[in-house]
Nanobody, 117 residues
Framework: QVQLVESGGGLVQTGDSLRLSCVVS????????MGWFRQAPGKEREFVAS????????YYQGPGKGRFTISKDNAKNTMYLQMNSVKPEDTAVYFC??????????WGQGTQVTVSS
């Protein structure tokens, strides 16, 4: 079983930068992928980015592409999402998750990011 705890959210202004963290504990495998999702009020949860366990492979999708950077520090069991040039439309709850064998099987509780204009 894998536990995920996100942190780093908050209230920021348009154009600011923010770094989210996700600490992983429990049983993990080198074949696992990790990712970030977000869910804005009244909208479905959407994929933001993913990264392989080694950190060598990354994938981005959606409005964050080109502004967000996903990374990992396996020594700290932590994944990050660096968010630059944030916009009001980036306001959402951000979740981290683990992909095991092609399915997102474990999720964190989420951290709120609010961007004011």
């Amino acid at each position: 079983q894998v536990q995920l705890v996100e942190s780093g959210g908050g209230l920021v202004q348009t154009g600011d930068s923010l770094r989210l963290s996700c600490v992983v504990s429990g049983r993990t495998f080198s074949s696992d992928y990790m990712g970030w999702f977000r869910q804005a009020p009244g909208k479905e949860r959407e994929f933001v980015a993913s990264i392989s366990w080694s950190g060598s492979d990354t994938y981005y999708q959606g409005p964050g592409k080109g502004r967000f950077t996903i990374s990992k520090d396996n020594a700290k069991n932590t994944m990050y999402l660096q968010m630059n040039s944030v916009k009001p439309e980036d306001t959402a709850v951000y979740f981290c998750a683990v992909d095991r064998s092609g399915s997102w099987t474990s999720w964190g509780q989420g951290t709120q990011v609010t961007v004011s204009s």
